[in-house]
């Protein structure tokens, strides 16, 4: 369990996640030591990118930066590229791993796989080193069940290495969270669904996930159903409840997922609605439930250079898009019961979020390969 006097590694802080974690693990009351593993990329220190970091949050890092020791190193390598001294250092003293660093794309041509399942192998040999096994929390992804549709899908339906995957990515995380669960340490598994940058002022975190609002500029109908229903959160939901999970003496189980669920889920078609009111737009984006999607309808709506490249890429996202799935919370509803965090409505950051997206820089993300 996670209490004020745990000594905390966690990795993954100049993401999005991982960085809302460590600011609201920082920010309560604690004695215990925190180090958040940063890469040294082009030259910058892993200080230096932790403020970088924490100001795209709109936080000046000052108060972070006092009660963390910021650690270079990388999740592939062995002692996940820790220097001896460091290393050590964790080895005797860690209590708590919070692992967040992954390889999240979704394009064909990354190697997913490297990052994802490798980073873990890593987190296996260093935790099995340390003088008391520290608790793992790993985050997952409520994805991981592969090709499913249609459902509300329970935690233990989830996590198939095995099923057919939309791509890499989505099967590099269930490879990963199975090693992990078979490794015997003690483990948290935290599966999130979509999440969205809510109430954080860059740009470039909105459009992690909502490159694809702007679309309706460049065709005029594409083949993802309005019906179908998506689960999406706030970050502020997902770092939250990842840090509750892991204080409670009441949890009873192994796996969670941070999701909406049945309640909180929205269709494509509101969705699509509110992006359209937000732009303004009289006649928005067609969307056309992908069995009425026909060779004349693709040929129509799929003319020009700039829609063939957004469309290839598109791919990728299309039947992902399409899944209609929601991930059940009974799970967390009942462990956590009052203490549960509330999941923000879309309604209420999506415009803000819409109005942080230059329409070019995310359509240029989206012809992207
Ligand atoms: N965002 C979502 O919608 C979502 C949904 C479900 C699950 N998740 C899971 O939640 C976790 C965090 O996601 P996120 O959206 O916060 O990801 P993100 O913004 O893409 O951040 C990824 C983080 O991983 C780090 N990283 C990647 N490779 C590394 C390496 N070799 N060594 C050290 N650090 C490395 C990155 O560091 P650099 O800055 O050095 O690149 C960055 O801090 C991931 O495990 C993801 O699978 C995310």
């Given at each position: ?23 609201r693990l920082t920010g309560r009351p604690r004695n215990g030591r925190v180090w958040a593993l940063v890469r040294p990329l082009e030259g910058r220190a892993p200080a230096d990118r932790l403020r970088d970091r ?20 990388d999740v592939l390598d062995a002692d996940w590229g820790l220097s001896t001294p460091v290393r050590d250092e964790i080895v005797a003293d860690v209590d708590v791993i919070i692992h967040n660093a992954a390889d ?23 935790a099995r080193a340390c003088r008391r096994p520290p608790l793992i929390a790993y985050m997952s992804t409520a994805s991981n069940a592969g090709r499913v549709s249609g459902l509300c899908l329970a935690e233990d ?213």
């Amino acid at each position: 369990m996670l209490t004020g006097d745990s000594n905390v590694l966690i990795t993954g802080v100049t993401g999005l996640i991982g960085g809302e974690i460590l600011r609201r693990l920082t920010g309560r009351p604690r004695n215990g030591r925190v180090w958040a593993l940063v890469r040294p990329l082009e030259g910058r220190a892993p200080a230096d990118r932790l403020r970088d970091r924490l100001a795209r949050s709109g936080d000046d890092g000052s108060s972070v930066c006092e009660s963390v020791a910021p650690v270079a190193g990388d999740v592939l390598d062995a002692d996940w590229g820790l220097s001896t001294p460091v290393r050590d250092e964790i080895v005797a003293d860690v209590d708590v791993i919070i692992h967040n660093a992954a390889d999240t794309s979704f394009a064909a041509r990354r190697d997913t796989t490297r990052t994802n399942v490798g980073s873990v192998r890593r987190l296996i040999e260093f935790a099995r080193a340390c003088r008391r096994p520290p608790l793992i929390a790993y985050m997952s992804t409520a994805s991981n069940a592969g090709r499913v549709s249609g459902l509300c899908l329970a935690e233990d339906d989830g996590c198939r290495p095995e099923n057919d995957h939309f791509n890499e990515y989505t099967q590099s995380k269930a490879v990963a969270e199975q090693i992990l669960r078979e490794s015997g340490l003690p483990v948290l598994v935290l599966r999130p669904t979509i999440v969205l940058s809510a109430g954080l002022p860059d740009p470039a975190f909105a459009r992690q996930i909502l490159w694809c609002a702007p679309l309706g500029r460049v065709f005029r109908a594409l083949p993802i159903d309005p019906a179908g229903w998506v689960d999406v959160v706030d970050v502020a939901f997902v770092a939250e409840t990842a840090l509750r999970l892991l204080e409670t003496s009441a949890r009873r189980h192994a796996c969670y997922h941070l999701s909406a669920g049945t309640v909180g889920g929205v269709t494509i078609g509101e969705l699509a609605a509110l992006v359209d009111q937000v732009y303004g737009r009289k006649s928005g984006l067609r969307l056309v439930p992908p069995a009425e999607w026909s060779r004349a309808e693709h040929r129509e709506h799929v003319r020009t250079p700039l829609q063939r490249r957004v469309f290839r890429s598109l791919r990728h996202y299309l039947p992902f898009l399409n899944m209609d799935v929601v991930y059940d919370n009974a799970r967390l509803r009942a462990d956590l019961g009052a203490a549960a965090p509330a999941v923000a409505t879309i309604e209420s950051y999506l415009p803000d979020l819409l109005r942080l997206i230059r329409p070019k820089a995310a359509l240029k993300e989206a012809a992207l390969p």
